[in-house]
C-alpha cells in the first residue's frame, strides 16, 4: 500500500518525458515551436508558484519580478559585462532567491490578502525599476543583444534543440517537486496550508518552512527568467509586469491547486490557447476571458481536478 | 501565571503542576481560562507573569514549535486537523521532529530517507491502531466522522513522542460509546507509553474516571485541587460549577 503512490509518481514522470519529448513532432511547423518552448517556461514558473500556492497556501502576486529578476540579471551580467551564459544563469537564480529570502523576512509574517498586497506591491516596485533604471535595463524600450544560450558541452543551435533543453528543465522541475513533496518538508508545507496552529504544535517551524517554499518558488521562476531572455535574446519590462504575475497565478488556479500535473496542464492550455483563438481576429480576448470563466465555473478543481473526476468515473463504472 | 486580553484578566496566578506518569484534568465553568491555560502552556498564549517548566527546562517565551521539540504536544478543542491530507499523513506529520532526514536526504532519496520513511510509516501505522483507526488509514482526513477525528489528533500528537500531552475537550460532540473508548485510551496514553496528561474536559464522568488530580478554575482563580473524589465533595466547588448541571 504505501509504495503504490510512489510508483504512480514513477509512472507519471515517465509519462510526463513522452509527452514532452513527442510533443515537437505534433508541430506543423517551427513557429509553433517558440510557443512550445514558452509553455515550458510559463510551466516551470507555474510549477514553482504551485508549491508556493498549492501546497503551502500563500499567495503571491508579485512573481512575474521574480521571472523578471532572472531575465535582467542574466541579461546584464551576459550581454553587459559579457561573461560566459552559465554565469549569467548562476547570477540570475541566485538574484532571484537572493531578493525572495529577503522580501521574506517581513512579508511571510503577513497572511492571507495582506501577503497578496504585499507581493503585489513588490512586484510593482521591481516592474518601476526595470522601467526606469534605463543605464542598466535599457528601459521601456527593452533590453537588446542578449546572447543565445550556450553552456559548457551544449550550445542549442536550433529552436528544436532549445525546446529539448527547456523541456529537460521542465522535467526535472517537475522530479524535484514531486520529491520534496512526497517528504516530512511536503507534508509540513500541506499542513501550513489545512492549519498554522496544528502545524506549529507539531514542531513545525512554520517562518522557516513559508521562507523556503518562498525562496524555491522564486529559484524556479528565476531560472525560467534566465531561459526566457536566451532563448528570446531580447527582454522588454513589459513582460514581467502585474498582468504576467496574475498570468501565472491564473494558471495555477486553472490547473488545480496542489497538482504538479495541474500547474503543467495550466501553464500549456493558458499560453496556447491564444494561438489557437487567433482564428476568431478580434474577438479572441472576449472568448479568451469567457473560456476562463466557464473553466472556474464548472471546474472549480481545476484541469487536474477534472481529470481526477473523470479517472473516478471510468474506474467507477468499470467496476459496476 | 497570569494572562490578560485587552481589558479582561483571563487568568490570574493560576498555577499547575503535572507529575510524571499523571493525569491532572483542569475543569471549570465556561469562561474559567481552561483552553487559556492549555494555550500558555503550550505557548500560543503569552503571559504576563509566570513560569513554565517542562523536565525541568525553562519553556517560558519560547515559540510554540520549540515547546513541541521539548515534549508539549496538544490536540484543539475546534478540530484543526490537515483536511488536504490522508488519515495517514496526518499522523506522519505529527512524526515531523522524529523523522532523522535531511531535505537532501528526500531529494536524493537516499537509504536513509527510505529506511527513515518506511521506519515513520510503521509508527505512525502503529499510532493509528492504538486509536483504533488502522483501517482508515488511507481516507481522507476530512471524510472522517467528527468523533474520529478527535481521535486523529491524539494520534497525530502521539506520533511526536510527547512528554506532556495537552487535551483541549476531546469528548466533545462524541457519544458515550465513544467517550468510554476515549477513557480507557487516555489511561493507555498514560500507562504505555510513559506521558503525563492534562485534560480539560466538560464530561464529568470521563473527568472523574480518568483523572489522578482534579483542579478547578473559576473566573481564572484556582478554586480547588485535590482528587476526583474530593473535588466532588468540595462544597465551594459543588456551589460554583457542578450544582449549575
Redo the contacts between chains.
Keep these: 500500500m504505501a509504495a503504490t503512490p510512489r510508483h504512480a509518481g514513477l509512472l507519471a514522470l515517465g509519462v510526463l518525458a513522452a509527452l514532452l519529448g513527442l510533443a515537437p513532432l505534433a508541430l506543423p511547423n517551427d513557429y509553433y515551436l517558440n510557443v512550445l518552448i514558452l509553455c515550458c517556461l510559463n510551466a516551470l514558473a507555474v510549477m514553482g508558484l504551485n508549491l508556493l500556492m498549492g501546497y503551502a497556501g500563500q499567495v503571491s502576486l508579485g512573481h512575474a519580478a521574480f521571472f523578471g529578476l532572472g531575465a535582467y540579471v542574466t541579461a546584464v551580467v551576459t550581454a553587459t559585462f559579457g561573461l560566459p551564459v552559465a554565469v549569467g544563469i548562476l547570477a540570475g537564480v541566485s538574484a532571484s532567491a537572493l531578493v525572495a529570502w529577503f522580501l521574506a523576512q517581513p512579508t511571510l509574517k503577513l497572511r492571507g490578502h495582506y501577503l497578496a498586497m504585499a507581493t503585489l506591491g513588490f512586484g510593482i516596485i521591481v516592474s518601476i525599476v526595470f522601467n526606469e533604471a534605463v543605464g542598466i535595463t535599457g528601459g521601456p524600450s527593452g533590453f537588446v543583444g542578449i546572447p543565445r544560450l550556450s553552456l559548457p558541452g551544449c550550445a542549442p543551435t536550433s529552436d528544436r534543440s532549445f525546446y529539448f533543453l527547456a523541456a529537460g528543465v521542465l522535467w526535472l522541475g517537475a522530479l524535484m517537486a514531486g520529491l520534496i513533496m512526497d517528504s516530512r518538508t511536503g507534508r509540513a508545507l500541506r499542513a501550513i496550508h489545512a492549519s498554522e496552529h496544528a502545524a506549529q504544535a507539531m514542531g513545525i517551524d512554520i517562518a522557516r518552512h513559508k521562507r523556503f517554499v518562498f525562496v524555491l518558488s522564486a529559484v524556479y521562476a528565476g531560472l525560467a527568467g534566465t531561459l526566457y531572455a536566451h532563448h528570446l535574446t531580447f527582454v522588454a519590462p513589459s513582460s514581467f509586469g502585474f498582468n504576467f504575475s496574475v498570468q501565472l497565478l491564473t494558471m495555477v488556479v486553472l490547473g488545480g491547486m496542489a497538482s504538479t500535473w495541474g500547474a503543467l496542464a495550466g501553464a500549456f492550455f493558458l499560453t496556447s490557447l491564444p494561438e489557437f483563438l487567433r482564428v476568431f481576429e478580434e474577438m479572441d480576448i472576449l472568448i479568451y476571458g469567457g473560456l476562463l470563466v466557464m473553466c472556474m465555473m464548472f471546474m472549480p478543481g481545476g484541469l487536474a481536478g477534472l481529470a481526477r473526476k473523470l479517472a473516478c468515473g471510468l474506474l467507477g463504472a468499470r467496476r459496476v | 501565571m497570569s494572562v490578560r486580553f485587552g481589558g479582561i484578566q483571563a487568568l490570574s496566578e493560576a498555577g499547575l503542576t503535572v507529575r510524571r506518569g499523571e493525569i491532572v484534568s483542569v475543569i471549570g465553568p465556561n469562561g474559567a481560562g481552561k483552553t487559556t491555560l492549555l494555550g500558555v502552556v503550550?505557548g500560543?498564549v503569552r503571559a504576563m507573569g509566570g513560569t513554565v517548566f517542562v523536565d525541568g527546562r525553562d519553556l517560558t517565551g519560547r515559540?510554540?514549535?520549540e515547546r513541541?521539540?521539548a515534549g508539549v504536544?496538544?490536540t484543539?478543542q475546534n478540530l484543526?486537523?490537515?483536511?488536504?491530507?490522508t488519515v495517514l499523513?496526518n499522523v506522519?506529520?505529527?512524526a515531523?521532529?522524529t523523522?532523522g532526514?535531511s531535505?537532501l536526504d528526500?531529494?536524493l532519496?537516499t537509504r536513509r530517507?527510505r529506511r527513515e520513511?518506511?521506519r515513520l510509516?510503521g509508527a505512525c501505522l502503529a499510532h493509528l491502531d492504538f486509536i483504533g483507526l488502522a483501517d482508515r488509514?488511507?481516507d481522507m482526513a476530512s471524510e472522517l466522522p467528527y468523533g474520529e477525528q478527535r481521535l486523529l489528533?491524539l494520534a497525530?500528537?502521539l506520533a511526536?513522542a510527547p512528554r506532556l500531552l495537552l487535551l483541549d475537550e476531546p469528548a466533545a460532540g462524541m457519544n458515550n460509546a465513544e467517550t468510554s473508548g476515549l477513557g480507557s485510551i487516555i489511561r493507555r496514553v498514560r500507562d504505555e507509553l510513559d506521558v503525563s496528561v492534562v485534560l480539560v474536559e466538560h464530561d464529568m464522568d470521563l473527568v472523574m474516571e480518568v483523572s489522578d488530580r482534579v483542579t478547578v478554575l473559576n473566573f481564572g482563580h484556582v478554586l480547588a485541587e485535590g482528587s476526583p473524589s474530593a473535588i466532588q465533595e468540595n462544597p465551594e466547588v459543588v456551589a460554583a460549577y457542578l450544582g449549575e448541571d
Design positions: 503550550s500560543a515559540p510554540v514549535h513541541a521539540v504536544l496538544r484543539f484543526e486537523i490537515f483536511s488536504n491530507m499523513e506522519l506529520t505529527g515531523h521532529l523523522a532526514y531535505l528526500s531529494l532519496r530517507f520513511e518506511r510509516r488509514a488511507g489528533e497525530r500528537a511526536a
